[in-house]
């Protein structure tokens, strides 16, 4: 389709914007600041053919394929990330193989060459981000969609593709079987242009090949086998619940088609692997972070009177009760206050019972409000890290009164340690309603690979330097 393959040539462009202006940078300000002796530049320039060798290799890794050229399938990104990973590392492999076999090593700096690589790595989504941003502002390479299903999960999922630039995706209507949502709009500019049935002359008048169904898990096979003979692409997101994709593999049984899903979460060797990264980067955390830790608690003493940290209660593995720690922003009197506050005003008590959350809590203190806008009040839990109840990434630590709101998937969370950070806190935070809370820490569950963290892990620093989504 002709809007794909103007997507992936833009892509395609930033790639090679990326890999050829960071060497460039780094052998510059190495130039610059390190090196005695004056780069010769000719020498780095001969080697220009190699961004033919990096696009290559991300054809190779299929950078420009699949779930990344159409990427709408679930935590696309984290997919790509894994990708780009192996791509830039085989192509400076490549690189550093063929200077060492043609002896034109003479005079290229490795460490400039690894330096490029891992700033390549990663700032090369960062460039794929702008020119994605691109194509949405303008509005081409834009892959038209049509979703069957015009109820909450086919209003949500739209609403996502229209908002995420990542997608790429254009929604041009819903079908749908209701006569409550004929010649309705569910989402604003996007109207249901006809019923399941309208399916083929949908994908003909509106020039698409792709077709995301959000329909009951009951219809599944009913609408793969009508839908897949008029798009190319038919993608399944069931009754607004999580499937596990990273981790399910394809089974066949004696003509029996199945699929195995395996919880890495809940594996020996994947749960040792996280506990040693996530207690080292708590250790890393302590010692570099120890100047400001010692600052916040000066400041939390001496601005109001109380106790320099907060432990609060949460549920922990298999239900056990845990003592988070966070520098203290509230009042002393914090329990007595909200009390009153929710006794006398309806509005505030409403919001407590949604979201266990307040907008303009009186029971914090200023500074308070600054230590949680920028998340400064949740450092000290890198000693909950250390100590075993906590993780650095995982679902969010909750209290005993939330537990129903999880029903019979906190079999599911209870197995895991709760997080620092996690899919819910950059995904919306304190915007997120609470089923769209469960469903994102469910699915970090049911989908974890340690490429989802480092994801997950980028997209904290991202929202805790801008300070969004936190009160």
């Known amino acids: 389709m002709r809007s794909a393959r103007i997507r992936i040539l833009i892509l395609m462009l930033a790639d090679v914007l990326c890999?050829?202006?960071?060497?460039?940078?780094?052998?510059?300000?190495?130039?610059?600041?390190?090196?005695?002796?004056?780069v010769n530049w000719k020498i780095y320039l001969r080697m220009w053919p190699f961004i033919g060798v990096f696009v290559g290799c991300n054809i190779f890794i299929r950078l420009y394929h699949g779930d990344v050229a159409y990427p709408g399938a679930a935590l696309g990104a984290i997919e790509e990330q894994r990708r780009i990973f192996f791509s830039t590392a085989l192509a400076y492999l490549l690189l550093f193989a063929f200077l060492a076999l043609s002896h034109r090593a003479q005079g290229i700096?490795?460490?400039?060459?690894?330096?490029?690589?891992?700033?390549?790595?990663?700032?090369?989504?960062?460039?794929?981000?702008?020119?994605?941003?691109l194509m949405k502002r303008y509005r081409f390479g834009q892959i038209r969609v049509l979703i069957a299903g015009a109820g909450l999960t086919g209003t949500m999922v739209a609403k996502e593709l229209r908002r995420d630039k990542y997608f790429g995706f254009d929604v041009v209507g819903f079908l749908d079987d209701s006569p409550k949502l004929r010649?309705?709009?569910?989402?604003?500019?996007?109207?249901?242009?006809?019923?399941?049935?309208?399916?083929?002359?949908?994908?003909?008048k509106y020039n698409t090949d792709y077709m995301i169904c959000c329909?009951?898990?009951?219809?599944?096979?009913?609408?793969?086998?009508?839908?897949?003979?008029?798009?190319?692409?038919?993608?399944?997101?069931?009754?607004?619940r999580v499937f596990p994709i990273s981790w399910a593999y394809p089974v066949y049984l004696s003509g029996f088609s199945g699929i195995e899903i395996r919880n890495q979460l809940l594996l020996p060797m994947p749960r040792m692997a996280k506990g040693i990264l996530e207690v080292f980067v708590s250790l890393v955390a302590f010692v570099t972070l120890l100047p400001l830790f010692l600052i916040l608690a000066f400041l939390v003493k001496i601005s109001s009177r109380g106790p320099i940290f907060y432990r609060a209660r949460r549920l922990g593995v298999n239900r056990k009760t845990i003592r988070v720690l966070k520098f203290r922003t509230m009042y002393v009197?914090?329990?007595?206050?909200?009390?009153t506050l929710l006794a006398e005003d309806p509005e505030m008590e409403r919001q407590w019972r949604e979201k266990f959350k307040l907008e303009n809590d009186p029971r914090v203190t200023p500074l308070g409000r600054f230590l949680r806008k920028t998340s400064l009040d949740e450092l000290p839990q890198f000693w909950n890290v250390l100590?075993?109840?906590?993780?650095?990434?995982?679902?969010?630590?909750?209290?005993?009164?939330?537990?129903?709101?999880?029903?019979?998937?906190?079999?599911?969370?209870?197995?895991?340690?709760?997080?620092?950070?996690?899919?819910?806190?950059?995904?919306?935070?304190?915007?997120?309603?609470?089923?769209?809370?469960?469903?994102?820490?469910?699915?970090?569950i049911m989908n974890w690979t340690i490429w989802m963290d480092y994801y997950i892990f980028l997209k904290t620093v991202k929202e805790v330097i801008l300070c969004r989504g936190a009160r």
């Open 387 to 444: 100590t075993g109840d906590m993780a650095v990434i995982g679902p969010r630590p909750i209290v005993e009164a939330e537990v129903k709101y999880y029903g019979e998937r906190y079999a599911s969370l209870s197995r895991v340690k709760p997080g620092i950070t996690g899919l819910w806190q950059v995904s919306g935070r304190s915007e997120l309603d609470y089923p769209q809370r469960v469903n994102l820490d469910i699915s970090y």
């Open 333 to 339: 009197d914090a329990d007595q206050r909200l009390e």
């Open 19 to 38: 890999f050829t202006l960071i060497p460039i940078a780094v052998i510059w300000c190495m130039d610059a600041f390190f090196w005695e002796a004056p």
């Open 183 to 204: 010649d309705s709009c569910p989402v604003e500019g996007v109207p249901v242009v006809g019923t399941l049935g309208y399916a083929r002359k949908a994908a003909r």
């Open 215 to 240: 329909i009951p898990i009951t219809l599944v096979t009913e609408m793969l086998e009508n839908y897949s003979k008029y798009f190319r692409h038919v993608m399944i997101i069931p009754d607004n």
């Open 109 to 133: 700096s490795r460490m400039a060459l690894i330096l490029s690589w891992l700033l390549t790595f990663l700032l090369l989504p960062i460039f794929r981000w702008w020119a994605r941003c």
